[in-house]
């Protein structure tokens, strides 16, 4: 390859939305592994980009931590973070453990199977329209169906609700693109306002779920003791904004990337209409391709030395899911999209003790979507140029045009 141009800057959100990053990756798991980032915007930051150092660094939370926030400065998390060790996902360990206790059976084996119903009444409803009308915008028509109905499910509210707070954390996510904000002005103010929003619309469904408990998350977080204490409303609030974004953003967009990887390659959508048993392999290659979560954010809680290089305490240290997703030295022919990869161990759903913990909820809400579009008549193609989200965080597509017939 050519080579980007050095330094790399990873906080430059053209690079990912042009997708030039799969060259700069190539170039830094290459030439500087271990890439020291010098952002345009002030900032500093480790960046780690082979699959080996990505594994090893998730897997050492003792060393690095994750209180200051999964996202790097330029978003409102910072030292000061109001949810720092509050937030499931913003949180080190003892207390980790403490919280993932109280949110893991708002995500259990039988809330996966609820989400699959709900799940598979709007994908039907969703896919026939778009099947009706010989096309749809994938992104906006289907897509944001598999959240809403986990939403529906996880928070017990309905389909107009969920689709308000899909809104809204669109918004949080999406703090950098015109689409959905204006991008004039404060941005910490910005998102700040924004999680206001959030957890106004979370302080509402409280005061009602003390009135009437529910089987949802936020009745269970009522009911909560962390350490033998209640957990405050503003810690219920944290950590019911960390599922709802945890879950709303992601695996919509990989729905995105996985049907625009199908319709690309003919041959393997030809392969998994022939087979449908192949279909769980082919979602862990839309997870591996799309690397919808791009990069999380650790901070060295001690010196740590690595490849003759040394990390030092309270250094920012992010590890590139993305680019260890195509790391050549795990994933023979890693730019290939081959729905029959195996074995196909993945980092998009990161590793060690913060490894999402709404994974089987994903795998069924794709899987469902993914059936159904495969038994749909005929099959879909683009008709129009898709639109990516102004991110190098989240990997996302707000707009997919598909023609289906
Ligand atoms: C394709 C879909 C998804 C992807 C790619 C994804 C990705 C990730 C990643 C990379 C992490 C690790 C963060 C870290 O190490 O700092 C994570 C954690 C998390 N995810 Fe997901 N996620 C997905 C779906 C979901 C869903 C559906 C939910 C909820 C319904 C969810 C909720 C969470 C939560 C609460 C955490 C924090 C876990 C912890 O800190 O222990 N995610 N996710």
Known sequence: MTGPSVPVDLTDVDLFV????????????????????????????????????????????????????????????????????????????????LLKQQIAPALSAAVVDRVGDQVRILIDKAVGQAVAAGGCDFATEIATELPAGALMVVFGIGHDEAHHLIGLTRRMVGFRDEAFVDTGGDQKLRLAWTQAEIFEFFADLLAQRRRNPADDLVTLL???????????????????????????????????????????????????????EALTGAIEEMLRWSSVNAYVQRVAMRDVERDGHLIRR????????????????????????????????????????????????????????????????????????????????ILGTTTLPLAVG
Do not use: K
């Open 314 to 393: 309270g250094d920012s240290v992010t590890l590139w899911n993305v680019s260890a997703n195509r790391d050549p030295a795990q994933f023979p022919d890693a730019d290939r999209f081959d729905v029959t990869r195996s074995p196909n161990r993945h980092l998009s759903y990161g590793a060690g003790i913060h490894r999402c913990i709404g994974a089987p909820t994903a795998q069924r809400e794709l899987s469902l979507l993914f059936g159904a579009l495969l038994a749909a008549p005929g099959r879909f193609r683009l008709a129009g140029t898709p639109r990516r989200l102004r991110s190098n965080f």
């Open 222 to 276: 009522l009911n909560a003791r962390v350490n033998g204490r209640r957990m405050s409303e503003e810690d219920i609030f944290y950590n019911c904004m960390n599922v709802a974004v945890g879950g709303n953003e992601t695996s919509s967009y990989t729905a995105c990337h996985g049907i625009e990887a199908l319709v690309a390659a003919p041959d393997q959508y030809d392969l998994l209409r022939r087979r449908p």
């Open 18 to 97: 042009s997708g030039r990053h799969l060259d700069a990756f190539a170039w830094l798991r290459e030439h500087r592994p271990l890439h020291w980032n010098e952002g345009a915007d002030g900032s500093h930051f480790w960046a780690l980009t082979r699959y080996e150092d990505v594994h090893w660094a998730y897997r050492e939370h003792a060393s690095f931590g994750s209180a200051r926030g999964a996202i790097l400065g330029g978003s409102f998390r910072s030292d000061d973070d109001t949810a720092a060790g509050r937030m499931l996902v913003a949180s080190d360990l003892p207390r980790h453990r």
